[in-house]
C-alpha cells in the first residue's frame, strides 16, 4: 500500500464459514480482523460448499482520503472488496489448530 497510509485506513476481515452436515446451512466457524468488521451475511456462502466443508472469505476494505478532492471539499472513497475460497487439500479450515474457535464469534486483532 506504501505510499498510501495504511496503519489506520486499511481493514482485513477473514472468516470461515461451514455448511452444516445435516442441512448445507452455512454457519460462522471463525473469524479474524483486523481494524473493522467487514459486513456479511451468511447468505452469501449459499452454494459455495457441500455438507460438512467451510469456505474461506476474506473481505479487504480501505478508507481512502484523496488530497485532492479534501482541497474542493469532495467526499472521501470506501473502497470494499471480497473474496470466497474452498479448500483444496482439506474439507475444514482450521485456525490454531482447531476447526471453531470463540463459538463462531468475531475476534478482532491488534490494529496492522
Known sequence: M???QSST???IDVSSVGFDEN?????SR???VIGSETPFSLSE??????????VIRVAIQYDYESPISSLFGGPDVTMVRQAWA???????I???GDADDNNG?????AAL
Open 94 to 96: 482450521t485456525i490454531n
Open 2 to 4: 506504501k505510499p498510501l
Open 105 to 109: 464469534q468475531s475476534r478482532v486483532l
Open 9 to 11: 485506513n486499511l481493514s
Open 86 to 92: 474452498r479448500p483444496r487439500n482439506t474439507r475444514v
Open 23 to 27: 442441512t448445507g446451512v452455512p454457519y
Open 45 to 54: 456462502a449459499d452454494g459455495l460448499g457441500f455438507a460438512g466443508e467451510t
Open 30 to 32: 471463525w473469524r479474524r
